[in-house]
């Protein structure tokens, strides 16, 4: 069967776009919604493992991102362990590269590791769904929804193929050089920006990507217009940045959230900048 020239050209544009990249989504569920599917999914806890240890949802596997982190051989830390590991790591905990997944955190105690684990996901290019649950741990209490201290029974090992997405990511050089125009977004405390920071860039603290007791990420008019406020020009590529890409993957989470073009997580930070460029 011939297809239409009109549908071969839309297929075309979509496999050269760079969209057919994303093949797995990211996106909130309601605790609600998560109570009645716990089954379906495979549930990340992205908070500290102590944090979890003392009490999580049933079935949770602890994925803090202090276990999947290292210093690297330049003196860095908090890098990302490398893909490879990463995927023999999410192969023994049971999860494929299209494996359903919702990750929780308290956008707190973690530095907003939820949103570090939805941007490694990402840069893995996970190809199943990854879900946020809207309000973490906390909205989850609040719906007098069960915790558990057990641990959860071990998954069967299966095998993650991952297939990197290098443009959710940024090195020290392409954002000292700057031959593409881009907005630098740095997301930590403001004691911390006043001590130093990247040239050029503006300064939005983390803690202003959520909102309510709950800490709800902002939905996308309220992001929009945080952005808005602050400066920063979306028609150009954003890169969020902190110390270390924790803080700064969970307003990467946030900007994926709001439909906004995919933005950049400068996963080395501050420590890879103080290192590393000639500034």
């Known amino acids: 069967m011939r297809l239409p020239l009109a549908v071969l050209f839309t297929m075309t544009l979509t496999l ?152 959710l990511d940024i090195s020290t050089a392409e954002i000292e050089q700057r031959k593409t125009p881009m907005v630098l977004v740095d997301t930590r405390s403001t004691l911390e920006w006043l001590r130093g920071r990247i040239p050029g860039a503006i300064h939005i603290e983390w803690t202003n990507f959520y909102t309510g007791d709950d800490r709800h990420p902002l939905n996308a008019a309220a992001f929009k217009q945080l952005l808005k406020e602050n400066g920063v020009d979306t028609a150009k590529p954003v890169v969020y940045y902190c110390r270390g890409g924790v803080r700064s993957g969970y307003a990467w989470m946030v900007h994926r959230l709001a439909g906004l073009p995919d933005a950049r997580n400068y996963e080395g930070g501050m420590e890879a900048w103080w290192k590393l460029s000639s500034q």
């Open 16 to 167: 050269f776009s760079g969209e057919h990249a994303m093949a797995g989504t990211i996106s909130l569920i309601e605790p609600s919604a998560l109570k009645g599917g716990l089954s379906k999914f495979v549930i990340l806890d992205a908070r500290p493992k102590a944090e979890w240890q003392a009490g999580h949802i049933p079935g949770a596997l602890s994925f803090s991102w202090e276990n999947f982190t290292r210093t690297d051989e330049k003196g860095i830390p908090f890098r990302a362990l490398p893909p490879r590991e990463l995927a023999a790591a999410l192969g023994e905990m049971g999860i494929g590269e299209k494996t359903s997944i919702v990750i929780y955190g308290d956008a707190d105690k973690s530095w907003g590791g939820e949103g570090w684990a939805a941007w490694t996901f990402a840069w893995l290019g996970h190809g199943g769904p990854v879900r946020i649950l809207n309000g973490g741990i906390q909205a989850w209490r609040n719906g007098a929804l069960p915790v558990t201290s057990d641990a959860p029974k071990a998954a069967e090992k299966t095998v993650y193929h991952y297939t990197l997405q290098p443009q």
